[in-house]
């Protein structure tokens, strides 16, 4: 690698010392990038900015939260009323949130249609399920801080979860509660850990990139990258489509923040936590829906019917089994996918099933929201195998059998000839 | 084409399931009417004349039994009080006085007090919810200050709450000491009709019927809740007019970046 | 991050463009930078503001006092802003100590009158002006110090009747508040 001279001799100076120039340089101004990829590729920037904002928010947030029973539900209400624009920020790092889920949810559904999963990047989606699992541990915990009525009974339903562990399950319930019940041990031990965990995603984020530069970018076609004329460089093209994107992301997480604040929230959690009366309806932030709603489906008779070692795992195990798996299982992904061909454009039975996978999980999460009875629970049930299906059966299988379309010579090659992809590229 | 019609799908799907929590929340409760308040929309703004009626009739209806803990007499400087008024205001209060010089709160078993003052919160009618309870048939008043976000499609609950009192349907199986209510989820409540025409007397000559009062009452307590919602529409709107002159420019160099390439 | 943007996209583009439509590109470019600029600085306002005192303690910044109950004499203390303020209701003998020393005995040269608003009441931030320490003299019991005012035991200044210091390490006079009377037995403190 040469060193390239640069003219400013302050920078110079510092370059030769710390190479950090050339080190962003390389990353994100030189970094060669295929030219076609489309708006779908905007959103691990997104991401990336989200974050920045959340952790921005959440720092100046902590000083004037005061994480005890008795005074966090007023500290946050002193921040909405008395303290300067603290209103705002509040509600920044709160719809923050979502906007994170929401970036990260197309980001993940990007990777799956154009196969962006696949060799040489495996890890590279791995450290990104690892990322989604950091950020809902995350989001689990900071929405434990208001003390609200949701607050409070989410965080009991979630961390009664573990009691389903054979023998050890009851004490490390206690061990994450820090005594007999969600009360102020718990609330200093997740407010603890909320401001330590974006860290956590953050060097995450790094080693994604770190593992992002070494293949480059995959792109809409999912084929390689053949010669110089198939790339440009990041900037000034993509640091200009991406600046363009923050710009429309802007308006879609301000326009909430703004406008309709509570959109995403819900009612109870401005009632202050009373550890004696329980909502009729906990339901959990709409980000957890699907995984709700899989939680709730499994039914109490299947452990039986199924006579897998029914006396270690009880029914409400088999529940918490199959949340787990259903994240869990994407780490396999890149295995279970056996196609040869990465992009869903070339793969037309892929195609349709990606779009019912899609739907699925809009599906599972409605049911998520629901009691889980009747229809309600029928329909999660169904989904909620089909989830299975899609990423055990299908997924495998349709590798094996399908008639994949022919695919382009090129990137170039592809863009010039004209058609969808060059269209989506500029 | 298809695939355009698939990702709009796939986003009003979202954003209603987004929805779909809350709006099940409501069951076995009837749908309460639309009312139109000043707050709504993207220009929302408190009508202050609106709120000061509403601090009345909270202060001579609702006081009696409900808090607004969250709110302190300096807040009504916001909806329109001058200082010296709302100096009267917090003077008519007593609030505990704190360990005088000996370190005593009580004399004789009597709670030192002094008159309240600008800086402390609205005095809550019972000093603790044990105190409410006991006070009011073993029924809560709950606090007021968070009324109308913490319930779903809140400023119009209250005000169908408020105006829905009826006599309950032949029927309906009314337990003993509560009223019928078709808003209130399971359609009995223990709070009694609490307003009746000219229940107050306003000051500014508006008069002062049952759907009078519930509206003054909830735009009040609209503003206990979200006393920023003002400014934050009004910014709110100078925001959004900077991101898309802003965002139209960032699409023109986009495309000029990208002109070359093609 | 635009200056090295800029640097190296000269570097790496080279200049295939001709030079009318760079004017024109550079135009736009440079007014949505500075746009985006603009609006950065004005979105880091909020950022900055929140650190400011809030309203709950902008509330508590002045402290009204209820003075009737002080015989001549006596002293009392009371909190503004997280300091004592003392309130000293002086003597005839104290105000004429005060009011004929002499300014050149003075470390911290400051006439009396231009200490208090009225002569009786002296009404002072009750912060020892070298190491911030709490002089003693208020209750009866307290030791005075020399001068008859106050005296700080950390290190040893006096300070006069009028809260002017006199011997020891302390540089200046103790700070007095703003304040105002309300009426002959309330005052403002802030």
Known sequence: MSTPTWKNPIVQWVDHRLPIVTFLDHAIVKYPTPRNLNYWWNFGSLAGLILVIMIGTGIILAMSYTPHTSMAFDSVERIMRDVNYGWLIRYLHMNGGSMFFIAVYIHIFRGMYYGSYKEPRELLWIIGIFIFFAMMSTAFLGYVLPWGQMSFWGATVITNLFSIIPFFGESIVQWLWGGFSIDNPTLNKFYSLHYLMPFVIFALVFVHLWALHTHKSSNPLGIEVKGDEDEIPFHPYYTAKDAYGVGLFLIFFLGFTFFAPNFFGEPDNYIEANPLVTPTHIVPEWYFLPFYAILRAVPDNFVDVWGILPVIISAKAAGVIAMFASILLLLVLPWLDTSKVRSAKFRPTYFWLFWLFVIDTIILGFMGAKPAEGTFLLIGRLATAYYFLHLVIFIPLVGKFEKTKPLPESISAAVTAGGSDAKEGS | MFKKILIVAFVFALFSSINAGPLQAAEGAAHPASQEWTTDGLFGFFDRKQLKRGWQVYSEICASCHSVRLVYYRHLEEIGFSPDEVKKIAAEAEVAAGPNEDGETHNDGELIVRPGKPFDKIVSPYPNDLAARAANAGALPPDLSLMTKARKNGANYLHALLTGYKEAPADFKLTEDMNYNPYFPGSQIAMGEPLSDDGVEYADGTKATVDQMSKDITAFLVWAAEPELEERKRMGVKVMLFLIIFTAMLYAVKRQVWAKLH | ?190
């Open chain 3, 1 to 190: 991050m635009a200056d090295t943007a800029s640097t190296a996209e000269g570097t790496a583009n080279g200049s295939s463009d001709d030079s009318h439509d760079d004017t024109k590109r550079d135009f736009l470019l440079y007014s949505t930078i500075a746009v985006g600029a603009a609006g950065t600085v004005m979105a880091a306002w909020p950022f900055i503001d929140i650190m400011n005192p809030s309203k709950d303690v902008l509330a508590l910044a002045s402290t009204e006092l209820d003075i009737s109950s002080v015989e001549e004499g006596q002293s009392i203390t009371a909190i503004w802003r997280g300091k004592p303020i003392f309130v000293r209701r002086r003597t005839a003998k104290e105000i004429e100590t005060a009011q004929a020393t002499e300014l050149k005995d003075l470390p911290d040269p400051e006439a009396d009158k231009d200490r208090v608003k009225k002569s009786q009441w002296l009404v002072m931030i009750g912060v020892c002006t070298h190491l911030g320490c709490i002089p003693l003299g208020q209750k009866s019991g307290d030791t005075k110090g020399e001068f008859g005012g106050w005296f700080c035991p950390c290190h040893g200044s006096h300070y006069d009747t009028s809260g002017r210091i006199r011997k020891g390490p302390a540089p200046k006079n103790l700070p007095i508040p703003p304040y105002k009377f309300i009426d002959d037995t309330n005052i403002l403190i802030g």
